[in-house]
Nanobody
Framework: VQLVESGGGLVQAGGSLRLSCTAS????????MGWFRQAPGKEREFVSA????????YYDDSVKGQFTISRDNAKNTVYLQMNSLKPEDTAVYSC???????????????????WGKGTLVTVSS
């Protein structure tokens, strides 16, 4: 499975972006998907996750109510709608796919098998 993120860019504080992560090589309709981010000089952190069916989602507390994750299994794509962006949201955002669901932001990455290279989001003040 290859994952390719798109939709990043430069946006002013308060603006919005929608990130996409499209899979190729095989269908990811049976995979849970997650979004992670890594800011300059910081460790990677969990952002959001969605179950294979789309029926379960969860978010890190830092983005709850601000970001929305969704997926379109027919398009083999997962999305991250980001609203009210802040400078502290600046990071490289990566998506991941896996078949094991860890219901904890701290360990969710452990269930991920495939990772994209990321797309840069820069929020200016």
């Amino acid at each position: 499975v290859q994952l390719v993120e798109s939709g990043g860019g430069l946006v002013q504080a308060g603006g919005s972006l929608r990130l996409s992560c499209t899979a190729s090589g095989r269908t990811v309709s049976s995979y849970h998907m997650g979004w992670f981010r890594q800011a300059p000089g910081k460790e990677r952190e969990f952002v959001s996750a969605i179950s294979w069916s789309g029926g379960v989602t969860y978010y890190d507390d830092s983005v709850k109510g601000q970001f929305t994750i969704s997926r379109d299994n027919a398009k083999n794509t997962v999305y991250l709608q980001m609203n009210s962006l802040k400078p502290e949201d600046t990071a490289v955002y990566s998506c991941a796919a896996g078949r094991t669901w860890f219901a904890s932001p701290a360990t969710f990455h452990s269930g991920m098998e495939y990772w994209g290279k990321g797309t840069l989001v820069t929020v200016s003040s």
